[in-house]
């Protein structure tokens, strides 16, 4: 099982960016998809959500209307696009899949938002 994100990097407050993660080694279809993020010397924290068929999506509220998730089935990858970025969104993105008793994590991907 692999989950790995890419797409993180530097970024101006107000730019964007959109990460990838790809996915293996399980049913891609039939999991939940979830970004996550954590801030140095802060928790962890949800960002956004989609179901399996990607009819429900969610969002913290620090971040709607300026990210998106989505997710493409058949090509076993979830996106997040992220615009209208600020200083506080700088952390490690992480993306998650779960189903039943199955979590599974990727390794992360650094974004950082500065000028």
């Known amino acids: 099982v692999q989950l790995v994100e890419s797409g993180g990097g530097l970024v101006q407050p107000g730019g964007s960016l959109r990460l990838s993660c790809a996915a293996s080694?399980?049913?891609?279809?039939?999991?939940?998809l979830s970004w996550y993020r954590q801030a140095p010397g802060k928790e962890r924290e949800f960002v956004a959500y989609?179901?399996?068929?990607?009819?429900?999506?969610n969002y913290a509220d620090s971040v709607k209307g300026r990210f998106t998730i989505s997710r493409v089935n058949a090509k076993n990858t979830v996106y997040l696009q992220m615009n209208s970025l600020k200083p506080e969104d700088t952390a490690v993105y992480y993306c998650?899949?779960?189903?039943?008793?199955?979590?599974?994590w990727g390794q992360g991907t650094q974004v950082t938002v500065s000028s």
């Open positions: 989609i179901s399996s068929a990607g009819g429900n999506i």
């Open positions: 080694g399980f049913t891609f279809s039939s999991y939940v």
């Open positions: 998650n899949a779960k189903r039943r008793l199955y979590d599974y």
